[in-house]
């Protein structure tokens, strides 16, 4: 089945600065690479994804780039700001027509703390 | 705001003791999942629903059992043969299991078993 690393377990950047987080997976057969966002006593919320079909994506300060060849993908948050704070979860899916979510392996998450 | 409800926050059981876990979503979705999320882990399937009245085991259901007899519920039941019981809890929705599909997570329950 896949199995999903990610690092690092913690990063602390000052406000303004970039984080990267990074994850590979083992199943080259894995298309679909969503990132969950947990905010201290909430729930995750999925704040961007990417399909094996494309090599990087961005909304407004987040990108995700994704290297097939390598088996990783990364997120990357740009001039950071305090709300950005939370756990970042990477995972990997095979993701078809009618099944895929089930089959969604997360990483351990990463503890992201912006430093005012 | 909408969503998913999950009840109660806290719960706390003797050992032994089977409990149930509540899950409710007013999204229309069909598929519902339920995850186990421990420190230093990533989220775990637990159990998933496609359809009512259907469910299938996740990568960690011994222990566990689950009932789909409505659309919009999804209860979780930690039986007494869950070896480590004590764990944050999170339940999730998605239209259906497939692409463009992303899951809506509830707030979670925080079991404790002593």
């Known amino acids: 089945g896949e199995n999903v690393e990610q690092h690092p377990s913690t990063l602390s950047v000052q406000e303004g600065d970039s984080a990267v987080i990074k994850c590979t997976y083992s199943?080259?057969?894995?298309?679909?690479f969503p990132w969950y966002k947990q905010e201290l006593g909430k729930r995750p919320q999925l704040i961007i994804d990417?399909?094996?079909?494309?090599g990087e994506k961005k909304d407004q300060r987040i990108a995700v780039t994704l290297n097939k060849t390598a088996k990783h993908f990364s997120l990357h948050i740009t001039e950071t700001q305090p709300e950005d704070s939370a756990v970042y979860f990477c995972?990997?899916?095979?993701?078809?027509?009618?099944?895929?979510?089930?089959?969604?392996?997360f990483g351990t998450g990463t503890r992201l703390t912006i430093i005012p | 705001d909408g969503g998913i409800t999950q009840s109660p926050k806290y719960l706390f059981r003797k050992e032994g003791q089977n409990v149930t876990l509540s899950c409710e979503q007013n999204?229309?979705?069909?598929?519902m999942y339920w995850y186990r999320q421990d420190p230093g882990q990533g989220l775990r399937l637990i159990y998933y629903?496609?359809?009512?009245?259907?469910?299938q085991k996740g990568d960690i259901a011994e222990g566990y059992s689950v009932s789909r007899e409505k659309k919009e519920s999804f209860p979780l039941t930690v039986t007494s043969a869950q070896k480590n019981p004590t764990a944050f809890y999170l339940c999730?929705?998605?239209?259906?299991?497939?692409?463009?599909?992303?899951?809506?997570f509830g707030n979670g329950t925080r079991l404790t078993v002593t």
């Open positions: 999730a929705s998605s239209i259906w299991t497939g692409f463009n599909s992303p899951l809506h």
């Open positions: 199943d080259s057969a894995s298309n679909y």
């Open positions: 990417i399909r094996s079909n494309v």
């Open positions: 995972a990997a899916s095979l993701l078809l027509s009618n099944f895929g979510n089930e089959k969604l392996t």
């Open positions: 999204l229309n979705h069909d598929a």
């Open positions: 629903s496609q359809i009512v009245n259907d469910f």
